[in-house]
């Protein structure tokens, strides 16, 4: 049974430029979370995506956008990078609705350099 | 962004001693959950808790949901060297449709053998 994969792993960038990160969320999951942990905090949440619409989004600029795919992969996609996205960029997948069970699953993340 | 206040922000221990570390937040959360990251790797569940005032135990964890609904903590009793790591605390808001995480900004553990 896969669990949640990202890629790719590592990756840099230059201010300026756009970066696409991808998804594939644990078979059976077809809700994907993206997550932003800067160095040494916790992960703030970005945005949700179930059947292929953002459902809810956190406090990032619009700069920061999403797509899901009808196999229930997501991408996310950072134009106009600044130094300050320079993090580890984690995806979470999960079922739908509002089952008490319904836990999030981790990837091991994304880690976007910006120099 | 929204955090919740996790402390200690980090511990340093001997092998065989217990841990104890705590999450307090200004909202109310419906669900508490705790998660340990390693490095080079995402957050892995280890409780989760879902009533007020429920306790709950996973091996040698056991983490409350306080009472409030404001506040859980985690204890890990008789530590071992791969409990090092950085615990997160981290509270769920959910609807039909949606759920999303705030997570506390970690507790870093390191254990001298």
């Known amino acids: 049974d896969a669990g949640v994969t990202q890629s790719p792993t590592h990756l840099i960038k230059t201010r300026g430029q756009q970066v696409t990160l991808r998804c594939s969320p644990k078979?059976?999951?077809?809700?994907v979370s993206w997550y932003q942990q800067a160095l040494g905090q916790g992960p703030q949440f970005i945005f949700q995506?179930?059947?292929?619409?953002?459902?809810q989004r956190g406090n990032f600029p619009d700069r920061f956008s999403g797509h899901q795919f009808p196999n229930y992969s997501s991408e996310l996609n950072v134009n106009a990078l600044l130094l300050g996205d320079s993090a580890l960029y984690l995806c979470?997948?999960?079922?739908?609705?509002?089952?008490?069970?319904?836990?999030?699953?981790f990837g091991a993340g994304t880690r976007l350099s910006v120099l | 962004g929204q955090q919740l206040n996790q402390s200690p922000q980090s511990m340093f221990i001997q092998e065989g001693e217990d841990v104890s570390m705590n999450c307090t937040s200004s909202?109310?959360?419906?669900?508490w959950l705790w998660y340990k990251q390693d490095p080079g790797e995402g957050p892995v569940l280890l409780i989760a808790?879902?009533?007020?005032?429920e306790l709950t135990s996973n091996g040698r964890l056991t983490a409350q949901f306080g009472i409030t609904r404001k506040d859980s903590f985690l204890n890990i009793s008789a530590s071992i060297p791969s409990d090092v790591g950085i615990y997160f605390c981290?509270?769920?808001?959910?609807?039909?449709?949606?759920?999303?995480?705030?997570f506390g900004q970690g507790t870093r553990l390191t254990i001298n053998p």
């Open positions: 979470a997948s999960s079922l739908i609705g509002a089952a008490i069970k319904n836990i999030q699953y």
């Open positions: 078979s059976g999951h077809d809700t």
């Open positions: 995506y179930y059947e292929e619409e953002e459902r």
């Open positions: 909202s109310i959360f419906n669900t």
């Open positions: 808790l879902y009533k007020a005032g």
């Open positions: 981290a509270g769920r808001t959910q609807t039909h449709t949606a759920q999303k995480l705030v």
